[in-house]
C-alpha cells in the first residue's frame, strides 16, 4: 500500500495497490472507482495462490469501517459484500486466504469467522465450537492466519489479563495456548510448527512487559486434540 498525502482531494483513494516488478520497479494497479467509490483499509491484504489480491473496502476518511471486499484478478476489480453482520474493525490484519483459494475474514463483532467460496459465505459462531476472538490483543498484527491442513489460527478472546493468547480452530473445536498473554506476530513453518510472539502482563503495576518468542509443535496440537 502507498498513502496519498492529499486526504482532503476527493479524487484521492487514500491507498493505493502497488506491485513490486522482477526488475524492483513498482507498478501502481488502476484503482477500483468502477466498482466501488471508498478507500481500502490499511493493514487489509491478502493474495491468493492463483494471484487475485484482495483489499477491503472502507468508507472514505473512515479507515476503521468496512462495507466491502475488493478482489483485483490481474485484469479489474469486483466488490463482493461482506458476510452477515461483517464489522471486523481496523486493527491488526483479519484477511487470509487458504491453500484451495477461499478467502477467510473475521465474521462478527463477537469474534466470529467467514469463509467466502465462489460465490457464498459460510460462518462459524460459538454454535460451531469457536470461541470468541480478536477482540482485546495488544497490538496485535495477524489476527487470522490459516495452516497448510486448513484449520484455523486465531487471537484469544478477552481473559482475566486483558488478552486471551490464541486459539487453534479445526471446523469444530478451538484450543487455547498461553491463555494469559497479548498475541503480536503468528508465523507457521512447513513443518506444521506454529511461531508467535506474545507479551504477558506485568503482575506489578509500572512493571515492563515481558516479551518472548514461543513455539507451538505439531505433537502439542495433536496432544490437545
Same mark, same amino acid.
Given at each position: ?17 502497488l506491485?513490486?516488478?522482477d ?10 472507482a ?10 487489509? !491484504?491478502? %493474495?491468493? +495462490?492463483? #494471484?487475485? $489480491? &484482495? =483489499?477491503? @473496502?472502507? /468508507?472514505?476518511?473512515?479507515?476503521? *469501517?468496512?462495507?466491502?471486499?475488493l ?7 469486483e ?18 486466504v ?7 475474514v473475521k ?19 460459538e ?16 489476527? !487470522?492466519? %490459516?495452516? +497448510?491442513? #486448513?484449520? $484455523? &489460527? =486465531?487471537? @484469544?478472546g /478477552?481473559?482475566?489479563?486483558?488478552? *486471551? ?21 503468528l ?10 510472539r ?26 490437545s486434540?
Open positions: 500500500d502507498k498513502h496519498c498525502p492529499d486526504v482532503e482531494d476527493d479524487d484521492c483513494f487514500g491507498w493505493a495497490l506491485r513490486l516488478e526488475d524492483g520497479s513498482l507498478t501502481t494497479i488502476e484503482d477500483w468502477d466498482v466501488y467509490e471508498g478507500e481500502a483499509a490499511p493493514f487489509q !491484504l491478502a %493474495v491468493s +495462490p492463483e #494471484g487475485d $489480491v &484482495w =483489499l477491503v @473496502g472502507s /468508507p472514505r476518511h473512515q479507515a476503521q *469501517g468496512a462495507e466491502v471486499l478482489r483485483f484478478d490481474g485484469e479489474g476489480w466488490a463482493i459484500p461482506g458476510p452477515e453482520r461483517w464489522n471486523p474493525g481496523a486493527l491488526g490484519r483479519y484477511l487470509e487458504d491453500a484451495d483459494g477461499a478467502l477467510w465474521a462478527h463483532l463477537a469474534g466470529g469467522l467467514a469463509r467466502f467460496d465462489d460465490p457464498g459465505w459460510t460462518t462459524f459462531t454454535a460451531d465450537g469457536l470461541q470468541p476472538w480478536g477482540e482485546a490483543s495488544l497490538f496485535s498484527t495477524d489476527l !487470522l492466519t %490459516v495452516a +497448510p491442513d #486448513g484449520s $484455523v &489460527w =486465531l487471537t @484469544g /478477552p481473559s482475566a489479563s486483558g488478552c *486471551g493468547g490464541v486459539a487453534h480452530y479445526d471446523g469444530t473445536t478451538s484450543t487455547s495456548y498461553l491463555a494469559e498473554s497479548c498475541m503480536d506476530d508465523a507457521i513453518a512447513p513443518d506444521g510448527s506454529v511461531w508467535l506474545a507479551a504477558f502482563e506485568p503482575a506489578l503495576q509500572g512493571a515492563s512487559w515481558k516479551v518472548g518468542l514461543y513455539v507451538i509443535t505439531p505433537e502439542a496440537v495433536a496432544a486434540q
